[in-house]
């Protein structure tokens, strides 16, 4: 298929919003902390700046650092899974959200990339993106993000 | 190894497994959010699934492989266009899971042919109907067509 080993997630959402509301919800807690678990990130939105996406209980689920930013269209970041170490022990992925406005609505393309086949990290974020990206959608076009993904589950 | 192409796409919808099971079956509702196309199908195995793009004209003729209302669906996915009606039928299995509050929709599309010119079109199209299924179910609008649909499905996919 291609010339490097690389692990690849894709997934395509079309959301009833303008390019600029769904970048500040992509980017502002008071977004995240709803579609997302009740986590927020901590970066100050700069090329080179780092990125740590912070639990409600103050640890730090995943970091890395800002390689592309150009609100609202693109954004990319380097991304490493911090509390576990199986997956820690991969090394940097790569997340790229791209924001494309489609007449009242804007089509957002996530890629989450390893460079390794078979990559756990990106088989767990395959399972993670679906719901926060359902709940994002939701959140933007009904104000209510969906029940699931409103705080961090128990236990973990 | 290398694996099959297999396309996966799953959502999650604020509403009931029964809302969702019609509004991917009946075509009075599929017309609403599946720009413009009527999708009948509330068949049996055995029986057909059909759908007619807006102009009425019959684009779909696809065997049900499996029906379990409101869980699960299965057909071998065949369109009538020019460019795609030689190819082999690849299969379309469809899974609604009741969560709390919301339902788990998990579209999978496989079973394609090596070379197989459908999969690339499937995987613009199942996102694009299913973000507007779930607006449907959600706000009662649905989604325009994205900009690479609307012409395409006017004039049955062709590019």
């Known amino acids: 298929m291609s010339d490097t080993a690389q692990s690849s997630f894709v997934y395509v959402t079309y959301i009833r919003t303008a390019p600029e509301r769904l970048w500040q919800a992509l980017i502002e807690p008071e977004f995240t902390q709803q579609f997302w678990y009740g986590t927020r990130q901590d970066c100050t939105w700069q090329v080179g700046a780092s990125w740590r996406l912070m639990l409600p209980d103050g640890r730090v689920a995943d970091a890395g650092e800002i390689i592309e930013i150009d609100p609202p269209r693109r954004l990319v970041l380097s991304w490493r899974k911090e509390f576990l170490p199986e997956l820690s022990a991969e090394g940097y992925s790569r997340l790229t959200y791209a924001l494309e406005q489609q007449g009242e609505m804007v089509k957002l393309t996530i890629t989450h990339q390893m460079d390794c086949l078979e990559s756990k990290l990106i088989d767990a974020v395959s399972n993670g993106w679906p719901v926060i990206l359902a709940s994002l959608k939701s959140l933007l076009e009904t104000g209510e993000a969906l029940e699931a993904t409103r705080r961090w589950p128990e236990g973990v | ?159």
């Open chain 2, 1 to 159: 190894m290398k694996s099959k192409p297999k396309f996966v796409y799953v959502t999650y919808i604020a509403s009931t497994p029964e809302k969702v099971w019609q509004a991917l079956t009946d075509p009075s509702v599929t017309e609403k959010y599946w720009f413009g196309f009527h999708v009948a199908a509330n068949g049996k195995a055995g029986e057909y699934m059909t759908a007619h793009d807006p102009t009425g004209k019959e684009v779909h003729r696809d065997l049900i492989l499996e029906s379990d209302p409101p869980h699960r669906l299965s057909y071998a996915w065949h369109p009538l266009y020019d460019e795609f009606k030689h190819e082999r039928p690849s299969r379309v299995t469809i899974e609604i899971t009741p969560l709390k509050d919301q339902v788990r929709l998990t579209v999978v599309h496989d079973d394609f042919d090596e070379g197989s010119i459908v999969l690339e079109k499937i995987s613009n199209g199942w996102p694009a109907v299913l973000s507007s299924l779930k607006t449907y179910l959600e706000t009662g609008r649905s989604l325009a067509a994205p900009s690479w649909s609307a012409t395409a499905a006017a004039e049955g996919s062709h590019e």
